[in-house]
């Protein structure tokens, strides 16, 4: 490292020390999350892009209050079943394809992070697998994470062109700490962020379910000893973090929910709400899901793995997705989407 990138660094180190952010910047906030915010106005002025299959203003409210919401029966099964055929097709024949995979699984230490042809077959197909960026393969999951009733959403939400940041597809549950998603999901602007679960099957207690903390977007932000954003000089780590929100909501008595919805539902949920997988309890029960992260084109106008170039872009139902930068050759390569109606 040259002198003066070690000397920027510095610089950037010690300001986050003695001014670390505390809260997200109060002038890029979306509008729902202004003090004055008024939903009724908003809708008597927002004109969706498709057909609305809920009230939406009902949905806005409880979204305000309580940084989540479900759009229930909104998808249609012939899509989901497009996209886990898909799925089905990766992890049985992942020679074919190019793409990064996580399997949480001790002997795969120090590196769980791998291409999936590094992976032994059977392991992609087994328990703790994290498939990332599926939806660069398969066209069935660019139509299935742009769905009308989320696009109808997500941009009353950010009021501004909607950008997929990322994907994640699980067959078993993650298990994962409570989080919140804003100081690991960057963008620009931090609090440009929301979330769709969507599950390919109905979801069962055993599975290790997702939970949330209802009302926990408004609780205090944790400081990672650098601010509220997570990076290499934090101090503090994913499990203190994880600690602080468990400890915090039962402290501000915000309850606990579980996340038991059927194949056809969605979940949204905002940049700050703490929430995690739950334990499995039987380990043999899939939990099919399909997790899609999104900002606006103007906290992330790159791929989040090219910071700084021009991504190439698709659009569906308005919404900016960008090739995967590593690669690109077989963008779409699954294509059996194409036959999709997204107005349908
Ligand atoms: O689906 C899960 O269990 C975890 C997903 C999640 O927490 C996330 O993507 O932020």
Redesign the pocket.
Known sequence: MGLLTTLKQKVIATKEQLFPQTEFDEATLPWIDRPDADVDEFVKKYQPKFDVSYNLAEKLKFWQKNGYVILEQSIQSELLDMFWSDVEELVEHPEKYKMWARIDLPKFDPVRERHIKDFPKEDLQGKYVKLNDFHNLSVAGKKLMTHPAIVNFLDAVFQQNTVVMQS?T?MY??Q?PT?Q?YPWVTAKIPSHLA?A?IPLEDIKIDSGP?YYYIGSHKMPKFNFGNGILYNNRSTKTALEFADYLDTKCAELKLPKDTLLIKRGDVLIWHAALA???GLITNPDQTRK?Y?C?YSTQEALPFHRHRFGQTPVTEYHNGVAIYQNPDFGDQENILNEGEKWDSKK
């Open positions: 994640l699980f549950g993650s994962q989080h998603d979330a679960w997702l929430h995690g997988g899901s997790v992260h």
